[in-house]
C-alpha cells in the first residue's frame, strides 16, 4: 500500500528575539560547510562561476509564526486515506488533498475532512450514504430541492464488459436511454404485474391478439355495468396506468439489455457510427422489442420530418418503411387508445400486458400519421430524388398495408398535377399498378380522381393525366363493373363540360387583350407571342378530348342497356345545345362526342346529320383550327351512313365549300370523297 505524504512543511525555530540574524555569521557557515563538501569557498566564488549576490534578500529576516493548537491539529487527520470505490486497481489507497485558504491557519480541521462531512457546494460526496444502484443525490443549493440527479460516468477505452461504470452501481442509465420520463416517481411505487420484455418473441399485434381473445366474451356483461360518468373518465384513467406500465416496461427492458453484450455493441454504434450505422442500430433496437424502443423511433422519424438535414432524409425514410411494413404494421387498421375496449379489463397481469399493447398502439398510429405528413411534405420538395423516393414509399405503403390509405391515396392522386412531366406521368402509373393489385379498390380511386379533376385551379396538363390514367382501368360486365363504367361516363361528360366553359372563356379574354394591344406599337411581335400560346393551348385542348372520346369508347359498352338509354337521353339534349353555340370549335367538338354515344348504341338520328350538315356553311370553318377534325368526323359518317341520298347530299355540299377554301382544304375534301366513293359504289352510278 502506498501512501502520498502531504505537502505541509515543518514550523521553523521559534525566535523570541527581536534583532536581525547575523548574516556573516551565517555566510561563514554555509562556506565551512562547502569547503568540507570539496565545494568552492566563499572567497573562491566571488571570482568563479555565476554570482548571486544580487538576487539575496536584503535586511533582516522576519521569524515564523509560532504553532498554535498543535494537538488539535494532529487529531483533525489532515490526510484522509480513502479507497477509490470504482478504481481500476482495487486495494490502492488514494489520498485526497485539501487546501486551506489564507489567514485560516489553525482554524479547526479543513473542509472536506472528517468521517461524515459533506461541503456545502459539493455534487459529488462518495460516502454520504447515498444509495448504490444509480447513485442519485440531492444537490443542496439547487433551484429545485428534493430532485434527483443522475450523475454519468466513463468507461475507459478497453474496459466493456467489466463491471458497471464509474461512478454507478448496477443498474447504468445510458446517455441515450429510452426509460420514461416519470422513472423516479415510478421507482418509489410498487411493482405491478407485467409481462417480461424477454416474452415478447412474435410481432406485438400477434402477441397483442392472443390477449385480446381472452377479454372478448366478457365485453358485452361489464359494457352494460358500467355508468356515463365512468366511461368517460375510464380513458384518462386508464392512461395514467398505462404510462406507468410503459415505464415500467423500459426500465426492465433496459436492465436486461445491459447484461447482453450484443445490445451493448449496438448502443456503441448508436453512439459513436457513422449515420449508416446509428440508424442501422436503432433499427435493430426497434425490431428486437418495439415497446421499450419508442425513442428509437422517435430519433429516426426527426431525420424525416426535420427541415434542417434532408441529406439523411432519405436515408431517414428507407428505415421507416422497413420498419413500419416488416416489424410495426399490422394487417389492420390501427386503434386510439380511447377507441379500444377499456372496461374489460381487470387487475391482473394479462389485463396490464394488453394494456401496455393497446398504449403502444396509440403511440404508434400517432407516429405513423407523422410520418405520412413528413412524407407529403417530401414529396413536394425541390430535391427530385427525395420526391421520386416519397412517391415510391407511399404507393408501397398503400400497397401493403391499409393504414393512413385515404392520406396516401390523396397525396397520390395529387401528384398528378405535379409542375414535372415525369413525376405526374410515374404517378400515374403508380396508381395503374396498386389497382392491379388491389382491384377492389378502383371505386376509391376513381372517387379521389373525380376529387381532384374538378378542384379549382387545376392545370389542363394535370386533368389531361388523370384522364389519360382513368382510360387505363380494366372494366368488366360483372361486380360493380357496369356501376364504375356508368361513373365513368358521368365523369367524361362532365369535365367536357367545364372545358368548353373554360374554353369559351379563354377565348373571350384574348379577344380582350388582343383588342387592347392593338393601341400600341410592336404589335406584330406580340401577335405571333399571341399565336404560339394559343396554338400550344389548342394541342392541350385537342389532347384532352382524344382521351375523353377514348374514355367514353372504352367505358361505354360495359354500360348496362338500361343506364345506357338515360345516359344518351340525358346527355345528347346538353350536347346538341353546345353544337348550335357561336364558338364553331366547340361544335366541333361536340358533335364528336355525340357521334361516339349514339354510334356504340347504333342509334344515329336524322338530328345529328343535320347538325352536321349545318356546320359547313359556317363562315368560321376557314378560320378554325379544327378543319381536320371535322372532315374526320365527316368521313367516319359519311362512311357509316346507309341512306345513300343523304352521302350524295353532302358530297354535293363539300365540292361547294371546297371551291371558297384554301387549296389544302380542296384537297382534303376530294381525298375524303375517293375514300367514301370506295367504300359506297353506288353513289358512282
Known amino acids: 500500500m502506498s501512501v502520498v505524504k502531504g505537502s505541509r512543511s515543518k514550523p521553523a525555530p521559534q525566535n523570541t528575539g527581536n534583532a536581525a540574524v547575523d548574516v556573516h555569521a551565517l555566510k561563514d557557515e554555509v562556506a565551512s560547510f562547502a569547503s568540507s563538501l570539496g565545494l568552492a569557498g566563499i572567497s573562491d566564488a566571488q571570482n568563479v562561476g555565476f554570482n548571486d549576490t544580487d538576487f539575496h534578500k536584503k535586511g533582516p529576516i522576519k521569524p515564523s509564526k509560532p504553532a498554535k493548537n498543535l494537538a488539535s491539529k494532529q487529531s483533525a487527520k489532515p490526510f484522509e486515506l480513502k479507497t477509490a470505490k470504482n478504481d481500476p486497481k482495487p486495494g490502492k489507497i488514494k489520498v485526497f488533498k485539501s487546501k486551506r485558504s489564507h489567514g ?16 456545502k457546494n459539493d455534487t459529488v460526496g462518495q460516502n454520504s450514504g447515498i444509495a448504490k444502484s444509480t447513485e442519485l443525490k440531492t444537490v443542496k443549493n439547487d433551484s429545485k430541492p428534493g430532485k434527483l440527479k443522475a450523475f454519468k460516468g466513463k468507461r475507459s477505452r478497453g474496459e466493456e464488459g467489466k463491471g458497471p461504470l464509474k461512478g454507478h452501481g448496477h443498474l447504468h442509465v445510458a446517455e441515450n436511454d429510452t426509460v420514461g420520463q416519470n422513472i423516479d416517481t415510478d421507482k418509489k411505487l410498487p411493482k405491478l404485474p407485467l409481462m417480461k420484455p424477454s416474452s415478447l418473441s412474435s410481432p406485438w399485434y400477434a402477441s397483442a391478439a392472443s390477449l385480446e381473445a381472452k377479454f372478448v366474451s366478457t365485453d358485452a356483461k361489464l359494457s352494460a355495468n358500467l355508468t356515463k360518468p365512468a366511461r368517460e373518465s375510464l380513458p384518462q384513467t386508464k392512461g395514467q396506468l398505462a404510462q406507468r406500465l410503459m415505464d415500467q416496461y423500459v426500465l426492465e427492458y433496459e436492465i436486461s439489455k445491459g447484461k447482453s453484450a450484443d445490445m451493448r455493441m449496438v448502443s456503441m454504434a448508436q453512439k459513436s457510427g457513422t449515420m449508416a450505422d446509428r440508424v442501422a442500430a436503432i433499427t435493430v433496437l426497434v425490431q428486437d422489442n418495439p415497446l421499450a424502443n419508442l425513442k428509437a423511433l422517435d430519433t429516426i422519424l426527426g431525420m424525416v420530418t426535420s427541415k434542417v438535414g434532408k441529406r439523411h432524409a432519405g436515408v431517414g425514410i428507407d428505415a421507416l418503411k422497413e420498419l413500419f411494413l416488416i416489424s410495426l404494421l399490422p394487417d389492420r387498421k390501427l386503434k386510439y387508445f380511447g377507441q379500444q375496449s377499456l372496461h374489460v379489463l381487470s387487475e391482473s397481469k394479462d389485463a396490464n400486458s394488453l394494456l401496455l399493447f393497446w398504449y403502444w398502439e396509440d403511440c404508434l398510429k400517432h407516429r405513423f400519421e407523422r410520418f405520412v405528413i413528413a412524407l407529403e411534405d417530401a414529396s413536394k420538395d425541390a430535391l427530385p430524388f427525395l420526391k421520386d423516393k416519397a412517391l415510391k414509399t407511399m404507393f408501397d405503403l398503400l400497397k401493403n398495408k391499409p393504414e393512413q390509405e385515404r392520406k396516401l391515396l390523396s397525396t397520390l392522386v395529387n401528384k398528378l398535377g405535379d409542375p414535372e412531366r415525369k413525376v405526374a406521368s410515374n ?17 376509391g380511386v376513381v372517387d379521389e380522381v373525380d376529387i381532384f379533376v374538378f378542384r379549382p385551379h387545376v392545370g389542363l396538363r394535370a386533368r389531361y393525366y388523370a384522364v389519360n390514367f382513368l382510360n387505363q382501368i380494366l372494366l368488366s360486365n360483372y361486380g360493380d363493373g357496369p356501376k364504375l363504367a356508368r361513373r365513368l361516363v358521368d365523369i367524361y361528360f362532365a369535365l367536357f363540360k367545364v372545358l368548353i366553359s373554360t374554353d369559351d372563356e379563354a377565348g373571350k379574354d384574348a379577344k380582350s387583350l388582343k383588342d387592347s394591344k392593338d393601341k400600341w406599337k410592336n404589335i406584330s411581335e406580340k401577335n405571333k407571342k399571341q399565336d404560339s400560346l394559343s396554338e400550344v393551348a389548342a394541342e392541350i385542348d385537342s389532347r384532352i378530348l382524344s382521351a375523353l372520346l377514348t374514355g367514353v369508347n372504352r367505358a361505354f359498352p360495359y354500360v348496362s342497356t338500361d343506364e345506357a338509354d338515360v345516359i344518351i337521353e340525358k346527355e345528347t339534349r346538353v350536347l346538341f345545345q353546345l353544337v348550335h353555340s357561336k364558338s364553331f370549335n366547340i361544335g366541333v367538338q361536340a358533335l364528336m ?35 381536320e377534325m371535322l372532315l374526320g368526323l365527316m368521313f367516319k359518317a359519311l362512311k357509316s351512313d346507309i341512306n345513300s341520298k343523304r352521302v350524295a347530299a353532302f358530297s354535293k355540299r363539300l365540292l361547294q365549300v371546297a371551291l371558297q377554301q384554301p387549296p389544302q382544304f380542296a384537297c382534303a375534301c376530294l381525298l375524303l370523297l375517293s375514300e367514301v366513293l370506295k367504300a359506297k359504289p353506288i353513289l358512282c352510278a
Open 104 to 119: 485560516e491557519e489553525g482554524k479547526g480541521p479543513l473542509k472536506g475532512h472528517g468521517p461524515l462531512h459533506a461541503a
Open 427 to 443: 404517378a400515374g402509373y403508380l396508381l395503374s399498378c396498386l389497382l392491379t393489385a388491389h382491384p377492389n379498390m378502383k371505386a
Open 593 to 627: 362526342l355525340l357521334y361516339q354515344l349514339l354510334a356504340k348504341n347504333q342509334t344515329v338520328s336524322d338530328r345529328f346529320y343535320r347538325a352536321l350538315y349545318s356546320t359547313l356553311l359556317t363562315p368560321a370553318l376557314m378560320k378554325s383550327s379544327k378543319t
